[in-house]
T-cell receptor
Protein backbone atom coordinates (compact mmCIF):
# COMPACT_ATOMS: atom_id res chain seq x y z
CA UNK A 1 0.00 0.00 0.00
CA UNK A 2 0.96 3.66 -0.28
CA UNK A 3 0.91 6.44 2.29
CA UNK A 4 -0.95 9.47 0.98
CA UNK A 5 -0.87 12.90 2.56
CA UNK A 6 -3.41 15.56 1.70
CA UNK A 7 -3.22 19.23 2.58
CA UNK A 8 -5.12 21.07 3.87
CA UNK A 9 -7.22 18.67 5.90
CA UNK A 10 -10.02 21.20 6.04
CA UNK A 11 -10.74 24.77 5.06
CA UNK A 12 -13.49 27.35 5.12
CA UNK A 13 -13.51 29.60 2.09
CA UNK A 14 -15.47 32.53 0.75
CA UNK A 15 -17.44 32.19 -2.44
CA UNK A 16 -15.63 33.34 -5.54
CA UNK A 17 -12.21 32.33 -4.25
CA UNK A 18 -10.09 29.32 -5.21
CA UNK A 19 -8.45 26.60 -3.14
CA UNK A 20 -5.60 24.32 -4.15
CA UNK A 21 -5.44 20.89 -2.54
CA UNK A 22 -2.16 19.01 -2.47
CA UNK A 23 -1.66 15.26 -2.58
CA UNK A 24 1.73 13.73 -1.77
CA UNK A 25 2.51 10.00 -2.05
CA UNK A 26 5.42 8.23 -0.41
CA UNK A 27 6.21 6.21 -3.54
CA UNK A 28 6.07 6.68 -7.28
CA UNK A 29 2.68 5.86 -8.76
CA UNK A 30 1.40 6.02 -12.28
CA UNK A 31 -2.26 6.69 -11.69
CA UNK A 32 -3.69 9.30 -9.37
CA UNK A 33 -7.34 10.14 -9.01
CA UNK A 34 -9.41 12.93 -7.52
CA UNK A 35 -12.85 12.25 -6.05
CA UNK A 36 -15.57 14.38 -4.54
CA UNK A 37 -17.83 13.24 -1.73
CA UNK A 38 -20.74 15.59 -1.24
CA UNK A 39 -22.47 15.63 2.15
CA UNK A 40 -24.24 12.36 2.81
CA UNK A 41 -23.36 10.95 -0.59
CA UNK A 42 -20.97 8.51 -2.16
CA UNK A 43 -17.75 9.27 -3.99
CA UNK A 44 -17.74 10.62 -7.52
CA UNK A 45 -14.64 10.57 -9.69
CA UNK A 46 -13.63 14.06 -10.85
CA UNK A 47 -10.62 13.19 -12.96
CA UNK A 48 -7.71 10.87 -13.55
CA UNK A 49 -4.26 12.46 -13.38
CA UNK A 50 -1.42 10.57 -14.99
CA UNK A 51 2.06 12.02 -15.03
CA UNK A 52 3.12 13.44 -18.37
CA UNK A 53 -0.34 13.85 -19.81
CA UNK A 54 -3.38 16.05 -19.41
CA UNK A 55 -5.88 15.02 -16.78
CA UNK A 56 -8.93 13.15 -18.00
CA UNK A 57 -12.17 14.58 -16.63
CA UNK A 58 -15.39 12.73 -16.02
CA UNK A 59 -18.72 13.89 -17.33
CA UNK A 60 -19.90 16.93 -15.43
CA UNK A 61 -16.44 18.13 -14.45
CA UNK A 62 -14.37 20.62 -16.46
CA UNK A 63 -10.79 21.77 -16.37
CA UNK A 64 -11.67 25.44 -15.89
CA UNK A 65 -13.46 24.61 -12.65
CA UNK A 66 -11.11 21.86 -11.40
CA UNK A 67 -7.63 22.37 -12.87
CA UNK A 68 -5.21 19.58 -11.97
CA UNK A 69 -1.46 19.42 -12.03
CA UNK A 70 0.70 16.28 -11.97
CA UNK A 71 4.32 17.44 -12.14
CA UNK A 72 5.87 14.13 -11.07
CA UNK A 73 5.09 10.58 -9.98
CA UNK A 74 4.57 11.43 -6.30
CA UNK A 75 2.58 14.66 -6.32
CA UNK A 76 -0.62 16.20 -7.64
CA UNK A 77 -2.80 19.22 -6.97
CA UNK A 78 -6.47 19.89 -7.50
CA UNK A 79 -7.76 23.45 -7.57
CA UNK A 80 -11.39 24.24 -6.90
CA UNK A 81 -11.93 27.52 -8.73
CA UNK A 82 -14.46 30.30 -8.27
CA UNK A 83 -16.07 28.43 -5.43
CA UNK A 84 -19.74 28.46 -4.53
CA UNK A 85 -21.54 26.83 -1.58
CA UNK A 86 -22.36 23.88 -3.85
CA UNK A 87 -18.65 23.04 -3.88
CA UNK A 88 -18.74 22.26 -0.17
CA UNK A 89 -17.60 18.64 -0.10
CA UNK A 90 -14.85 16.31 0.89
CA UNK A 91 -12.21 16.05 -1.82
CA UNK A 92 -10.12 12.89 -1.84
CA UNK A 93 -6.98 11.94 -3.65
CA UNK A 94 -6.27 8.30 -4.41
CA UNK A 95 -3.52 6.35 -6.12
CA UNK A 96 -3.62 3.20 -8.17
CA UNK A 97 -1.49 0.26 -7.10
CA UNK A 98 1.37 -0.99 -9.22
CA UNK A 99 0.22 -3.30 -11.97
CA UNK A 100 -3.03 -1.39 -12.13
CA UNK A 101 -5.09 -4.16 -10.54
CA UNK A 102 -7.75 -1.68 -9.64
CA UNK A 103 -7.25 -1.32 -5.91
CA UNK A 104 -6.79 2.26 -4.84
CA UNK A 105 -5.54 3.84 -1.68
CA UNK A 106 -6.99 7.08 -0.42
CA UNK A 107 -5.79 10.10 1.42
CA UNK A 108 -7.71 11.33 4.47
CA UNK A 109 -9.47 13.95 2.37
CA UNK A 110 -9.92 17.71 2.44
CA UNK A 111 -13.13 18.95 4.03
CA UNK A 112 -14.12 22.13 2.25
CA UNK A 113 -16.87 24.49 3.35
CA UNK A 114 -17.75 27.44 1.15
CA UNK A 115 -19.65 30.33 2.69
CA UNK B 1 -20.23 1.44 -17.77
CA UNK B 2 -20.66 -0.05 -14.36
CA UNK B 3 -23.10 0.65 -11.55
CA UNK B 4 -23.19 -0.44 -7.93
CA UNK B 5 -26.21 -0.77 -5.68
CA UNK B 6 -25.93 -1.09 -1.95
CA UNK B 7 -29.30 -2.28 -0.87
CA UNK B 8 -29.28 -0.94 2.67
CA UNK B 9 -28.45 2.65 3.52
CA UNK B 10 -28.31 1.92 7.25
CA UNK B 11 -27.82 -1.29 9.20
CA UNK B 12 -28.16 -1.19 13.00
CA UNK B 13 -26.99 -4.26 14.86
CA UNK B 14 -26.10 -5.27 18.40
CA UNK B 15 -22.56 -6.09 19.40
CA UNK B 16 -21.49 -9.70 18.77
CA UNK B 17 -24.34 -10.24 16.32
CA UNK B 18 -23.67 -11.26 12.71
CA UNK B 19 -24.06 -8.75 9.93
CA UNK B 20 -24.38 -8.76 6.15
CA UNK B 21 -24.02 -5.65 4.00
CA UNK B 22 -25.41 -6.23 0.55
CA UNK B 23 -23.87 -5.10 -2.72
CA UNK B 24 -24.99 -5.78 -6.27
CA UNK B 25 -23.30 -4.54 -9.38
CA UNK B 26 -24.04 -4.21 -13.06
CA UNK B 27 -21.42 -4.39 -15.79
CA UNK B 28 -21.10 -5.58 -19.36
CA UNK B 29 -17.45 -6.51 -18.81
CA UNK B 30 -15.42 -8.31 -16.20
CA UNK B 31 -14.84 -6.34 -13.03
CA UNK B 32 -12.76 -6.19 -9.92
CA UNK B 33 -14.68 -5.70 -6.68
CA UNK B 34 -13.80 -3.88 -3.49
CA UNK B 35 -15.11 -2.96 -0.09
CA UNK B 36 -13.90 0.21 1.55
CA UNK B 37 -14.58 1.45 5.07
CA UNK B 38 -14.79 5.06 6.18
CA UNK B 39 -14.62 5.76 9.90
CA UNK B 40 -16.04 9.08 11.10
CA UNK B 41 -14.02 12.04 9.88
CA UNK B 42 -11.48 9.85 8.14
CA UNK B 43 -10.63 8.86 4.58
CA UNK B 44 -11.42 5.56 2.92
CA UNK B 45 -9.54 2.42 3.83
CA UNK B 46 -9.44 -0.65 1.63
CA UNK B 47 -11.11 -3.50 3.52
CA UNK B 48 -10.85 -6.29 0.97
CA UNK B 49 -10.80 -6.94 -2.74
CA UNK B 50 -11.65 -9.58 -5.29
CA UNK B 51 -9.48 -9.68 -8.39
CA UNK B 52 -9.51 -13.34 -9.40
CA UNK B 53 -9.23 -16.84 -7.98
CA UNK B 54 -11.18 -17.88 -4.89
CA UNK B 55 -14.54 -16.18 -4.76
CA UNK B 56 -14.32 -15.83 -0.99
CA UNK B 57 -12.00 -13.10 0.23
CA UNK B 58 -11.22 -12.16 3.78
CA UNK B 59 -9.90 -9.14 5.63
CA UNK B 60 -7.59 -9.11 8.62
CA UNK B 61 -10.32 -7.89 10.97
CA UNK B 62 -12.80 -10.71 10.42
CA UNK B 63 -14.84 -9.44 7.49
CA UNK B 64 -15.34 -11.59 4.42
CA UNK B 65 -17.05 -11.13 1.07
CA UNK B 66 -18.07 -13.60 -1.57
CA UNK B 67 -18.14 -12.87 -5.27
CA UNK B 68 -21.20 -14.40 -6.90
CA UNK B 69 -20.99 -13.91 -10.63
CA UNK B 70 -24.39 -15.38 -11.45
CA UNK B 71 -26.10 -13.04 -9.00
CA UNK B 72 -23.69 -10.17 -9.68
CA UNK B 73 -23.24 -9.71 -5.95
CA UNK B 74 -20.40 -9.10 -3.53
CA UNK B 75 -21.98 -9.10 -0.08
CA UNK B 76 -19.88 -8.30 2.98
CA UNK B 77 -20.29 -10.39 6.11
CA UNK B 78 -18.95 -10.62 9.62
CA UNK B 79 -20.03 -13.34 12.06
CA UNK B 80 -19.65 -11.18 15.17
CA UNK B 81 -19.36 -7.39 15.09
CA UNK B 82 -17.69 -5.04 17.56
CA UNK B 83 -18.49 -1.49 18.56
CA UNK B 84 -15.37 -0.45 16.66
CA UNK B 85 -16.88 -1.69 13.39
CA UNK B 86 -19.26 1.27 13.41
CA UNK B 87 -18.50 3.07 10.16
CA UNK B 88 -19.73 3.62 6.64
CA UNK B 89 -18.97 0.86 4.16
CA UNK B 90 -18.68 1.38 0.43
CA UNK B 91 -18.78 -1.26 -2.26
CA UNK B 92 -16.92 -0.40 -5.47
CA UNK B 93 -16.10 -1.89 -8.86
CA UNK B 94 -13.54 -1.24 -11.53
CA UNK B 95 -13.34 -2.58 -15.03
CA UNK B 96 -10.92 -5.46 -15.48
CA UNK B 97 -9.05 -5.45 -18.76
CA UNK B 98 -6.63 -7.83 -20.40
CA UNK B 99 -3.41 -8.68 -18.62
CA UNK B 100 -4.77 -8.30 -15.11
CA UNK B 101 -4.81 -4.55 -15.25
CA UNK B 102 -7.58 -2.02 -15.17
CA UNK B 103 -8.13 1.58 -16.05
CA UNK B 104 -8.35 2.14 -12.31
CA UNK B 105 -11.59 4.09 -12.31
CA UNK B 106 -13.73 3.11 -9.37
CA UNK B 107 -17.50 3.27 -9.34
CA UNK B 108 -18.90 3.41 -5.82
CA UNK B 109 -22.19 2.42 -4.30
CA UNK B 110 -24.11 4.84 -2.12
CA UNK B 111 -22.65 3.46 1.09
CA UNK B 112 -24.09 1.58 4.07
CA UNK B 113 -23.83 3.01 7.54
CA UNK B 114 -23.23 0.20 10.01
CA UNK B 115 -24.03 1.12 13.59
CA UNK B 116 -23.11 -1.38 16.28
CA UNK B 117 -24.97 -0.93 19.56
CA UNK B 118 -23.77 -2.26 22.91
Amino acid sequence: SAVISQKPSRDICQRGTSLTIQCQVDSQVTMMFWYRQQPGQSLTLIATANQGSEATYESGFVIDKFPISRPNLTFSTLTVSNMSPEDSSIYLCSVGTSGGAGAQYFGAGTRLSVL
Amino acid sequence: AQSVTQLDSQVPVFEEAPVELRCNYSSSVSVYLFWYVQYPNQGLQLLLKYLSGSTLVESINGFEAEFNKSQTSFHLRKPSVHISDTAEYFCAVSEAIAGGTSYGKLTFGQGTILTVHP
